[in-house]
Every structure is written in structure tokens, then in C-alpha cells.
């Protein structure tokens, strides 16, 4: 599980998850860039890494899976509310592309990606990464505003072609302005 715009107040009430998922990586921030991960299976290597101009942390952790290690990138590339911010996300965009392209092996890419799969500066993802979304035969699935069916697909779940997606859904609203998404994944 991974959840982005993390603060000291959101893991002061979010303890519980620790004893429900044993293997983490919290990095709160309270400038809407802080992030946290969770997992019942075994992560090693839990890391936090700069992509791009190195403005937005991101989390790196490899997924020991029964069929094999998958690569989990928990992201939040910069929020675009102007011209220079749309620079720096596009940037990030590409960088992280390329992150994912040199790392060459199975990999899930999660987070607020700040763009709609229609954007031009999603390109790289499928372009350069490959990756592809876990929308794919599920609809558009709006998750930003959290109003119910209106608003824009900018919350993502990806894959390498090595690793299958399946089962794309929206979650009910947990208070957020976004709504939260779920996917399964597996090794190919």
C-alpha cells in the first residue's frame, strides 16, 4: 500500500497499519510531498530516491514476491500550478522513465502522477519505461477531485510489461482530496 502527501499528524493516526502490513518505509513531510509504504510481503532495500531535479522524494523498495522480486516506486512528482511547476513535473516524468528503463527489471509504478494519461508529458512512461496502467478495459477511473465521477485521472498504478495488472478499482473516499485506487499485480 502506498500513500502520498504524508505528514507527523497522518502517522500519528495511521499506526495501526504497521501491525497489519510489518514491512515499511515512512519519509512524512509536511509540504504535501511526504510519502509512506506498506507491505505484508517482504521489501528489502527500502530507500528513499530523488528522480529528476531531486525536489520530490520518491520511495524504492524491491517486493519479494513468490514468483520473483519486483521493484515497487512509490511517486508524487510536483503539482503543476503554473508554467515552471509543469517544467519540473514533466522533468520528473522523464527522469523517473528513464529510472525505471535503466533499473531493466520487473517493476510498479504508484502514485499521484499529477497528469492524465492523455498528457503529453505521460508519453515517456509508455514510451521510454513501457509501462503500462492498470486502467487499461477498466474506464477512465477520475480520482482527483474525490467528488464521486467527475474529475481527472492523476493517481496511477503501472507495470513493466513483466508484470501483469489486473482488477483496477476505485476505493470509496477515506477523507482525501483524492480517491484511492487498488490494483493486483504479478509476475508475468
Not at 6 to 20: F, G, N, Q, T
Not at 91 to 99: F, P
Not at 149 to 175: C, K
Amino acid at each position: 500500500m502506498g500513500l502520498v502527501e504524508v505528514s507527523e499528524h497522518w502517522l500519528r493516526r495511521l499506526k495501526p497499519l504497521r501491525e497489519r502490513f510489518p514491512f515499511h518505509l515512512e519519509v512524512p513531510d509536511e509540504h504535501y510531498v511526504g510519502l509512506a509504504l506498506y507491505s505484508r510481503l517482504p521489501i528489502t532495500g527500502a530507500r528513499t530516491i530523488r528522480i529528476g531535479d531531486g525536489s520530490s522524494p520518491a520511495i524504492a523498495a524491491t517486493l519479494a514476491t513468490p514468483a520473483g522480486k519486483i521493484e515497487i516506486l512509490l511517486v508524487h512528482p510536483a503539482s503543476p500550478v503554473d508554467a515552471v511547476a509543469i517544467r519540473r513535473r514533466n522533468a520528473q516524468i522523464r527522469a523517473l522513465a528513464q529510472h525505471v528503463r535503466d533499473a531493466g527489471r520487473p517493476s510498479v509504478v504508484v502514485g499521484d502522477l499529477n497528469l492524465t494519461m492523455w498528457n503529453a508529458g505521460y508519453r515517456p512512461l509508455e514510451e521510454t519505461a513501457r509501462l503500462h496502467n492498470a486502467r487499461a478495459g477498466h474506464g477512465i477511473g477520475p480520482t482527483w477531485p474525490a467528488i464521486g465521477r467527475l474529475g481527472v485521472p492523476i493517481d496511477h498504478i503501472l507495470a513493466t510489461p513483466e508484470v501483469s495488472l489486473r482488477d483496477f478499482r476505485l476505493l470509496r473516499s477515506i477523507g482525501s482530496d483524492h480517491l484511492p485506487i487498488a490494483a493486483e499485480f504479478a509476475l508475468r
